[in-house]
């Protein structure tokens, strides 16, 4: 951690310092919610698992990403930053997210095209 603050701040020993103080006090607040609320990488990748089949479509379980809204999926992308360790990791989970979102969209696109050409099949019978 040392060594990674102080290759952030430039080798400047007092940036670093400020950094290390930011870190220990941002700390205790930070593991008590993330002792609170550390699901959320379990969460996507049950999201990953569960929620889009081998074939690409899907799953009609609860926890499917087409169950969840907007709103749901802004504290997805909340709690994925706030968990994530460094930049690295920030993007890693961003990443993995918006490909669950992007398959979440598809699949919803896919299946209102699927009933409105349902409804016009079955109205013209």
Do not use: Y
């Amino acid at each position: 951690v040392l060594e990674r603050v102080l290759e952030e701040c430039g080798d400047d020993l007092d940036s670093a310092i400020r950094r290390l103080n930011e870190l220990r006090l941002g700390s205790a607040d930070r593991n008590a919610a993330i002792a609170a609320d550390d699901k959320t990488g379990v969460e996507l990748k049950e999201l990953q698992a569960q929620g889009v089949a081998a074939n690409g479509d899907v799953a009609k379980e609860p926890t499917a990403p087409e169950a969840m809204d907007g709103s749901d999926w802004v504290e997805l992308f909340v709690r994925e930053m706030l968990n994530a360790s460094n930049i690295d990791d920030a993007r890693a989970r961003a990443s993995r997210a918006l490909e669950v979102l992007e398959k979440s969209i598809c699949a919803r696109a896919g299946a209102k095209v699927a009933q409105n050409f349902h409804q016009v099949v079955s109205h013209d019978c």
